[in-house]
């Protein structure tokens, strides 16, 4: 049974660029997390989506946005990449977008570097 | 917009128990505590969670006072493979039961 599968694992973009980050949850989870950690810090939410829609954000600009498809994985977009953008991305998936009796489980991420 | 405080940093020797507190003085009636820890370049890993009673898993245990304002996490038996960050987290409903991960405790199990 997989579990939650990220690609790529590594990504080099430049500034001003965009860049599309790849979730697959685990089987039979529905609902979908990103989150940004930053080097030496802990994870902070981006954006949550059940359903195919976005139910949840976090502090993040538009530059973020994200996708759901039918079968749960999840695309996670940033435009116009800045130099602060460089981070660990991380995907959790979980059973149900609200119950607060549900772990997250996180996949391994994506390590972004903006040149 | 952590709702969490943990030390910064913990020692335990090898084979010991490791207790990692944790104080969460704002916590509502029915939000959970949550324990995940990441080691070095992967990503968190599950431990365990509770709400008002202790509970014990394969991993760990989870104590959490009768108010509920604080919590401690046990590894019964410590090894150097539980080095790792410890994260302490409290699901918080208003928010629709998001995450939000403080800076952790880095607990170092010492042969």
């Known amino acids: 049974d997989a579990g939650v599968t990220q690609s790529p694992t590594h990504l080099i973009k430049t500034r001003g660029q965009q860049v599309t980050l790849r979730c697959s949850p685990k089987s039979g989870h529905d609902t979908v997390s990103w989150y940004q950690q930053a080097l030496g810090q802990g994870p902070q939410f981006i954006f949550q989506?059940?359903?195919?829609?976005?139910?949840q954000r976090g502090n993040f600009p538009d530059r973020f946005s994200g996708h759901q498809f039918p079968n749960y994985s999840s695309e996670l977009n940033v435009n116009a990449l800045l130099l602060g953008d460089s981070a660990l991305y991380l995907c959790a998936s979980s059973l149900t977008a609200s119950w607060g009796n549900q772990p997250q489980h996180f996949g391994d991420g994506t390590r972004l570097s903006i040149l | 917009d952590a709702k969490t405080t943990q030390p910064t940093s913990m020692d335990c020797a090898e084979g010991r128990a490791a207790n990692l507190p944790c104080n969460h003085s704002?916590?509502?009636?029915?939000?959970?505590v949550y324990w995940y820890r990441q080691i070095h370049s992967q990503g968190p890993q599950y431990i365990i969670h509770g709400l008002k009673n202790n509970e014990t898993n394969e991993m760990a245990s989870l104590i959490i006072t009768e108010d509920r304002k604080s919590s401690t996490l046990i590894l019964p038996h410590a090894t150097l493979r539980d080095t790792a960050v410890y994260y302490c987290i409290v699901r918080v409903e208003s928010t629709g039961n998001q995450f939000y991960f403080g800076t952790g405790t880095s607990l170092t199990v010492i042969p």
């Open positions: 704002t916590i509502s009636g029915n939000e959970y």
């Open positions: 989506y059940y359903e195919e829609e976005e139910r």
